[in-house]
């Protein structure tokens, strides 16, 4: 059997910072709120020149020389992204064209803040099947750009970066990605949305006349979806394996909130030294989450080869789905 194994992760981020301070000065609200509720402390702010594409295409260039790759031996480059450069073409098209990968494919995959999970299960198949060999997977999103920075119940959660993991066909390997599960309830489509930009309210029609710009998130509603989608997908995820959460060595979920991370692990009885959590200092970045808090989790020593690791994400759509994958 072919699997998909991970060769390398890297990420990027924009230079500028915004603390909890610099959110007192834009809205009522507190860094003690902020932190009591989300666990956020700072987050990275794209500057007007910076978008998802040069995020990605940043990231995309670290992981290919981490695993010393040349860019014309990718297949296909997967970016899960909501956020992107233009409606059209693709993140994964500008990527395909700033990194030179001249043999491979490319394509978007709009999951949102699943995004990466779905990527990666869109890859991990492609390798499996024996169609493709080697597949360049990003997670990246800008949304700050859609944010209203005077809604204090959503402008103190987003920041910007990208990640990148290069996914690669090892026969008979028992390293790599073991299972993934995707799932989704459109019917909660109206929790998060922007209204404004596709084709239903074009920017500057008559039908976007008071319709919704930036970001607009029932927040506890989500709140509720989020801990019980997460339990859901992991579940689902480590019974397709076989295996129970004991085995797990390393839960990276998406880092929406704090809290919600807490509760889920405790639901899903993992203890705290194997829960990765880094929002404190990216907020929420959407699709750019999971591979950013790889990243960073390998970078610091806490993910090494070997590991079992269960990523999880879930957002707008709604969408959720888990990634299982031996390191
Ligand atoms: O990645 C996509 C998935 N997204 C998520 O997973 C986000 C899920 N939701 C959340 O993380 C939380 O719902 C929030 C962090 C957005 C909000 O936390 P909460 O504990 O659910 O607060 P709440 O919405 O129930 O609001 C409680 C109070 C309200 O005041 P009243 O009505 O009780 O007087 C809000 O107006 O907190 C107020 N509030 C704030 N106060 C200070 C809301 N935002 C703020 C703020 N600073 N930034």
Redesign the pocket.
Known sequence: MIKAVVKGVAHAVPNKILTNADLEKL????DE??MQ??GMRERRICEPHETTATLATEAAKKVLAKTETSPTEIDLIVVGSVTGDYMFPSVSCIVQNAIGAKKAGAMDVGA??AGFIYSVATAAAFIESGSLKKVLVIGADALTKYVDWTD???C??FGDGAGAMLLEAAPGSDHGVIKTVMLADGAGAPL?DVEVGGNRYPVGSPQAEGRRTKIF?A??E??RF?VKSIGDACCRVLDLAGISSDDVDLFVP?Q??L??IESAAERLHLPSEKVFVNVEKFG?T?AASIPIALSDAESTGKLTKGMTVLTVG???GLVWGANLIRW
């Open positions: 809205v009522d609200t507190s709120w902020i509720r989300t949102a803040c204090r119940s959503t103190i959660l998060i998130m927040g506890s989500v709140y989020a998406h929406a909130n809290r919600i929420n959407s879930f957002g707008a």
